[in-house]
């Protein structure tokens, strides 16, 4: 197995998280921009070095987790395929290419059996929120989203935590994700087109990508997303229209067993997640859930998840675990 | 003139604006907790001392703004209408009552002219979102709200920012206002009900007096209330059906000149309101407009304001303003 983009956040995540899950790997081959590279790693007892990518990398490997921006996977994936080599590819690259599937295994296993090299690992805020859909829309039906979200400025990568820290130090950051303050502030992702009225390219991303993994390309789908100053990970308010009637105690059965959520809803007790409870957790996490007064096939909900775990590392090291489990 | 709660927040607040806005005021006497009284504030070149409350305090007062906790405004209120003065309350103690008008300014100031002693002050989180929403009501119609708020900490006054800081700075806080972190995290309002899927306070106010003041009882309102690390001000996502077509141009046009709103929505220049840049301001900002592609009549913006300012203490004056008008 080899680790593109190792020495970033998600990188260094993913090496945690093949640790934790005990996943066997006969070798693991570390790889980065000549900036990082010769950055010296120790994983399970061995000192791995970071290399600089060649023609030849990807020779002995069979899956590459890549995780270093979208110009360097459009630039190495091909020639990792063309090696032999499976990509699970973080960047958003190829996600809407009709050839790759863009997996999260509890909602879409089957669609990482057809690939042609690549699959592609959704948004972090797309993968916690299909997830936290998936068992409600087998039982109840989708019919309209409509999600707001409270995303980790770690989004952005080390560069969004530098900003949001020095700023709150009273520092001025050394480099920067957004031109307006991250501290005490909420801020947009990236600039959307110069049409008036448009969304962020994180917005569209979580509009299309949802509609793919859930087979539902026509489901409406409205989403505001928002940066705030937590590290954790991302939270997200969601409402959601069904199909068919429902109740809370329906919601919380149909929640309660399904792989990879953990309802954690008692008001009683102030218990619901949070990015700082779900820091370092694989899980998704719902709680708040509750029925619109109005209209009573409204569901509203909160969902958290770490967005470096399973909303980037763990999902893609699951997306390997199926890989291997089918060659077994 | 008189300020009860004179020490805390929105007391601070009030005392700034009535100097910014050059009210005229014959006199003002400050009032507290017995814990503050004594305490000196500079008002206008003159030397200030908090007093604490009698029965006696209101028998020289024209209008008295209170927010001092609704123990302290259900006690005190009707004491000092007896001695014929005018109470604007921030409390959420009489916002229910029916004769008690509850009014902001821009959207119902004829309200502020059939009260019988006392006229509420809505909650921060209210008042911003149904200036916003006003003038479009005005021309297109409601028919449908959906919201999520990103809350200022100093909503929950000195005690939340206090949180926060001392999170931050690493200290374990003196007093909290949740049992979860404030410093990288989100959480709820007051504990709701026992009651499985129950709002909490702050979310059933907002339901309630948004329908109040906006006179439409019986409009369809999804509230979803929480508090990030921020203490300039009050954002709000807000997904609102409209009853009639209309276009980007259309809305910007409607809110453009309307009074206490401002609109920065240049997604080219990265301009949109935050909680910092609304920090200190009296308007209320709107920005990011954008039309559901699902459904053309429902509107998305994001509104955001100084839950100190137009959110508490700004709009009580701009309410003794109202009735100092009358009188003159």
Redesign the interface.
């Known amino acids: 197995m080899a680790i593109v983009g190792a020495t970033g956040l998600v990188g260094r995540t993913m090496l945690k998280v093949l640790n934790e899950k005990h996943v066997p790997l006969d070798s693991l081959a570390l790889f980065a921009s000549d900036r990082s590279a010769g950055t010296e790693i120790e994983f399970r007892g061995e000192t791995l070095t970071v290399q600089t990518l060649n023609e030849h990398s990807f020779d002995a490997i069979d899956i590459a987790l890549f995780s270093a921006g979208g110009v360097l996977s459009r630039a190495f994936a091909p020639i990792a395929v063309k090696a032999g080599c499976t990509v699970i590819d973080n960047s958003s690259a190829f996600r809407m290419e009709p050839d790759v599937p863009l997996v999260v295994p509890e909602v879409n296993p089957h669609d990482a059996m057809n690939h042609h090299g690549i699959i592609a690992n959704p948004n972090c805020s797309t993968i916690q929120l299909v997830l936290a859909l998936e068992p409600i829309r087998k039982i109840f039906g989708l019919r309209?989203l409509?999600v707001?979200t409270?995303q980790s400025v770690s989004g952005a990568g080390q560069k969004g935590i530098d900003q949001l820290t020095s700023e709150?130090q009273g520092i001025e950051p050394s480099q920067r994700i957004?031109?307006?303050?991250l501290a005490?502030?909420?801020?947009?992702h990236g600039?959307?087109?110069?049409?008036?009225?448009?969304?962020t390219e994180e917005e569209i991303k979580m509009?299309r990508e949802i509609r793919r993994i859930m087979s539902m390309p026509q489901l409406?789908?409205?989403v505001?997303c928002?940066r705030?100053?937590?590290?954790?990970g991302h939270?997200e308010?969601v409402?959601v229209e069904l199909e068919r009637d429902w109740t809370?105690?329906d919601i919380?059965a149909c929640l309660a067993d399904y792989p990879g959520l953990h309802i954690i809803?008692d008001?009683?007790q102030?218990a619901?997640p949070?990015?700082?409870?779900a820091f370092e957790k694989d899980d998704v996490f719902i709680g708040?859930?509750?029925?619109?007064?109005?209209?009573p096939r409204?569901l509203?909900m909160?969902v958290v998840a770490d967005n470096l775990r399973k909303g980037a590392a763990t999902n893609a090291v699951q997306i390997a675990e199926l890989l291997m489990q089918k060659k077994s």
């Open positions: 309209r409509i707001s409270y709150l957004s031109p307006h303050p005490f502030n909420t801020v947009f600039r959307p087109s110069d049409q008036q009225g448009a969304s509009r409406p789908i409205a505001t928002v705030i100053p937590t590290t954790g939270a308010s409402y809370i105690p919380h809803d008001a009683q102030d619901y949070t990015p700082v409870s708040r859930i509750r029925q619109d007064e109005d209209y409204g509203m909160w």
